[in-house]
Structure formats: structure tokens, C-alpha cells
T-cell receptor, first 116, second 114 residues
């Protein structure tokens, strides 16, 4: 089944404790992205990657890191989480323009993060 | 700067009634247009998309949307709502370029009453 998976689905942590949220897709998509969803704000892009070893900042990158060492995985890293990073996080993937894509993004199930 | 506006934060509709959700965008050129649905506790599922051609597009679950260039709108409609349509709906736009950034509206929550 074609899908985007995220782990963990739920996470409660404390301020300053480094954490990683994993994202994996099995559709051979070159493009991957992370969003955060907050009430009344919709989804805002954190980082995106057009291909392996190519990443770039979205609208709200502060406090986050990403890496793209292989095509299928795109982990989101919070080196020192703070309470304002409490949110619902979504990973998404898409065929890139080079793959004939039209920016149609497929989303994972989400990770609900609480930072105390 | 590009922006997406969904004017209605919350809509309540009776089961079997029609539904229309509004979406307006501000963009330099006609973007790609999408509607996503998020059921409680779920991820986002693509309902439909507009790339080019016929301005009335059909999607899954009986939804359709109409692109109106003159109004910079992409409104979502369903003729007869089912209780399972209760969810949050997001309009999204993205550029017709290698920049794959999607801009989302704030969302409209739909409540369906029996």
C-alpha cells in the first residue's frame, strides 16, 4: 500500500530533551516536506526537500532540523524542544517536477507532540 | 505574498442538505489548487485538485469544486451531505514551478446535524 508513515504518533516530552520524529514513504517520491498544524492557522511548512541531500527552509523553520540521507526517509529533529513547539506535525511527499509531479502531496497520519 | 482565505471557520449543515465551502486566494499567477479533508484524528486526504482545463472538477466522496479565475476562488461543493462528511476542510494552493511550497487556508470545520 502506498503510504507515508510517521513515528511516533503521540509524544509527550520535556523542554530541552532532544527528539526525532521519523517519516518514511514508499512511493519513490523525490519531494518531502514537514508541516505543523495549529488551531486557526492551518498548516505551515517547516522544511522541505526536493531530493536526497537537498533541503530548504519553509515558513517556520526555527527550532527544527531535518536531514535527507536517503529518498524514502525525512526525519524531523528538535534539538531543544520548547513548549511553543507543541503542535500536530505532518509529513508529506510528492512526485517532484523532474518526476512529472504537480505538487500533489500525500500526507502521513500526523504526530501530536506536547512539550512540557 | 501569496495567501489563502477560507472565510468560514465553522459551518453547520443538516444531513442531506447541500454544502458549499469558500476559498479565495491571492497569487501572482494561477496556481495549482487543492482541497483536503481531515477527519477527526486523521491525516489529510486529498479530495480534488485543479491543474488546468475544465474549471469544474470532480473529486472523491461526491465533492466537486469550481475554479473561477476572475474571482480568484476555488469553492468546494457537495449536493447532499452525509454524517460522515463532518470534518475539517482545507484549501491549498501551490505554484506552477519547481517551488513546491503549498499554502494552506486556516480550515473550515463542518458539523453535520441529523
Amino acid at each position: 500500500e502506498a503510504q507515508v508513515t510517521q513515528n511516533p504518533r503521540y509524544l509527550i516530552t520535556v523542554t530541552g530533551k532532544k527528539l526525532t520524529v521519523t517519516c518514511s514513504q514508499n512511493m519513490n517520491h523525490e519531494y518531502m516536506s514537514w508541516y505543523r498544524q495549529d488551531p486557526g492557522l492551518g498548516l505551515r511548512q517547516i522544511y522541505y526537500s526536493m531530493n536526497v541531500e537537498v533541503t530548504d527552509k519553509g515558513d517556520v523553520p526555527e527550532g527544527y532540523k531535518v536531514s535527507r540521507k536517503e529518498k524514502r526517509n525525512f526525519p524531523l529533529i528538535l534539538e531543544s524542544p520548547s513548549p511553543n513547539q507543541t503542535s500536530l506535525y505532518f509529513c508529506a511527499s510528492s512526485l517532484s517536477p523532474g518526476q512529472g509531479g504537480y505538487n500533489e502531496q500525500f500526507f502521513g497520519p500526523g504526530t501530536r507532540l506536547t512539550v512540557l | 505574498a501569496q495567501s489563502v482565505t477560507q472565510p468560514d471557520i465553522h459551518i453547520t449543515v443538516s444531513e442531506g442538505a447541500s454544502l458549499e465551502l469558500r476559498c479565495n486566494y491571492s497569487y501572482g499567477a494561477t496556481p495549482y489548487l487543492f482541497w483536503y479533508v481531515q477527519s477527526p484524528g486523521q491525516g489529510l486526504q486529498l479530495l480534488l485538485k485543479y491543474f488546468s482545463g475544465d474549471t469544474l472538477v470532480q473529486g472523491i466522496k461526491g465533492f466537486e469544486a469550481e475554479f473561477k479565475r476572475s474571482q480568484s476562488s476555488f469553492n468546494l461543493r457537495k449536493p447532499s451531505v452525509h454524517w460522515s462528511d463532518a470534518a475539517e476542510y482545507f484549501c491549498a494552493v501551490g505554484p506552477r514551478s519547481n517551488d513546491y511550497k503549498l499554502s494552506f487556508g486556516a480550515g473550515t470545520t463542518v458539523t453535520v446535524r441529523a
